[in-house]
């Protein structure tokens, strides 16, 4: 852990994925959450306690979500995670699948990001957004951790911003693969616990929303 966290760096939250078709055991998607996972409720617990604690902290929070239109028509199905959509019929924009989990949605006038690639940056307007926050340090969670998380913090961190991990808000539907992920993303980022995340982030000023 090496968060420098009397730098004065503008932090933002960006929270991925938290969804009904990932997160809730009736949704579809299977890749970060097993069907009878037995830490569900602590991954949820820490992901709200994330949300909270930011939010009482004055760090802007960006929700991150993926969704396509009615028949998938509007998907590139050209890798097994899209074709596993598209033949389940999963994240149909406007369905209780894509809509965000109880209490882990945006709140207020909070940004929503939503894109339809495995990269949160790719094709949406986070970068822009970010920009708009003036962020200079990202908190990031969410869900997969080897599949938005991963792909997303690396871009983040090719893009020149300093980014922590909050390790016990993402979660992987194979417990290694959640862990080998956590360790490619030492590479590129600080990977904290939840607990950790808000200690640090409590001695680390947020952006003023919109400030030139």
Partial sequence: ??????????????????????LDPRGKIRVGVAAEDPNRAAL????????AGARALG????SVRIAFAAGHADVNRNCKIFRD????????EGSW????HESLGPIGDEFVVKHSRVNAF???QLEEILRVLRAERLIMAGIATNSVVETSVRHAADMGYEVIVASDACSCARPELHQASL??????????TVDEVLRVSARTPAPASGTP
């Avoid at 852990?1 to 078709?21: F, P």
């Avoid at 760090?59 to 960006?62: A, G, Q, T, Y």
């Avoid at 360790?183 to 904290?192: C, L, P």
């Fill in 1 to 22: 852990m090496s968060g420098q966290a009397t730098d004065g760096m503008r932090t933002v939250l960006v929270a991925m994925h938290y969804q009904n078709e990932v």
């Fill in 97 to 100: 699948g894509a809509a965000f």
């Fill in 122 to 124: 790719y094709g949406s």
């Fill in 44 to 51: 949820k617990h820490n992901a709200a306690r994330l949300l």
């Fill in 183 to 192: 360790e490619n993303m030492r590479y590129v980022a600080d990977v904290m």
């Fill in 59 to 62: 760090i802007p929070v960006v």
């Fill in 85 to 92: 959509v598209v033949a389940n019929d999963a994240m149909v």
